[in-house]
């Protein structure tokens, strides 16, 4: 069961080479199971029972199953997100090198470890605006080829280099087209050609570097999965398995959300940061012929599960992880914490989803950073900038975070689908701040 679910992560993160491409798997995985697609500019008919999704720029994702009793409802949302740290092509990608060398221009996106994405294939993928006729037309493309790679200095000519390198993103990591042979715009004729259009009708890119390297289940016992992008596509599709898998819940409205651009602070009009989630749930609110108050009253009564990865212990370097509240591959959903509220979660959203993962008898860690060190943000507290309901920050751990190929746990994947297709499950009646009752639907 725990290699089974693994695969799964695996072969979606396999398919899901950008955002888009990642949100245009969700779409189809939804599609499939009979959820009707929305568009944001269109009118909406909703109906109780129903099970519906949107998307917003290609990259981010709302889907929610819509319960039949709602005289007294609120709203169970998981959220997580489709990017990662990589390498975007800049819009004048050719640089001209000596000797006829032929370099793509690029900038960081988010914080990665730079070092990982040296001496290793790379490719291309995204989305191309494309114009047909009058129209400019959103296309996804892949290059499944080994198109790239960013050469490191040998030691020889850097005989320092073991002893720290600061890398500089516009000299050291841009990655080598050709060596010669590309002429001048042969990078656009390859995506035109690729496309099946041409260059003329090519207005608009946003294209990333990807890992090629296939994931990997792994060790002697195989207790491991390796992969690019499993911060945070592994919580992205567990959580949408759990949606996809639960029977439904007949007193609330269940929504998942996955949103773009947290790596980069989530603030776009697509990023946890935005109205998206806002949009939706007020348009379900009014599609379901209820009034403002009655949102209000709905949303305070809500639960989140903000579901972004957490920080195992490293094996060489124990030292960077707090002495007790520390995590662990295999040993189950982590739970995290912070005083200065980078994570959401307090006794009352701990005990509540501590609660769920009791009921669906599945292992939890508790997470907090060194007191002498600052962590990273996640997707709980800036949605509830927007949409403010009771949240817990959950993760599953993981070595090497923002690593171009990342490692985990071959057994937390099937945890978290189990905990929270429970949460799905599970009517949360909240009455108030001081009293959460877990109820059967």
Known sequence: MYKETAKQVLDFIQKSPSCFHAVAEMAAMLKNAGYEELRECESWELKRGGKYFTTRNGSSLIAFAIGNDLDDYHFQVTSSHSDSPTFKVKEVAELKGKGGYVQLNTEGYGGMLCATWMDRPLSIAGRVLVKEGNTFVSKLLSFDKDLVLIPNVAIHMNRDVNNGMKYNNQVDLLPLFSAGECAENDYYELIADALGTTRENIFGCDLYLYNRMAPS????????????????????????????????????VNVFACFDNEEVGSGTKQGACSTFLYDVLQRIND???????????????????????????????PEKTDATNCTYMNKGIVVKFSAN????????????????????????????????????STLGNLSSQKVSMHTVDIGLPQLAMHSSYETAGIKDSYYMVKALTTFYNTNLHITDSESIEVLEN
């Open 341 to 376: 509220q980078k994570y959401t979660t307090d006794a009352i959203s701990s005990a509540v989803f501590g609660g769920i993962c009791e009921k669906a008898e599945v292992p939890v860690q508790y997470f907090a950073n060194r007191s002498d060190a600052a962590g990273g």
């Open 287 to 317: 599609n379901m012929g209820f009034t403002k108050e009655d949102y209000y009253r709905a949303v305070a009564k809500s639960f989140m599960v903000s579901c972004d990865n957490a920080h195992a212990v490293h094996p060489n370097h």
């Open 217 to 252: 289940i792994w060790g002697a016992k195989e207790e491991f999965i390796s992969s690019p992008k499993l911060d945070d596509l592994q919580c992205a599709i567990t959580s949408l398995k759990a949606l996809l898998e639960s029977k439904g819940n007949t007193h609330a």
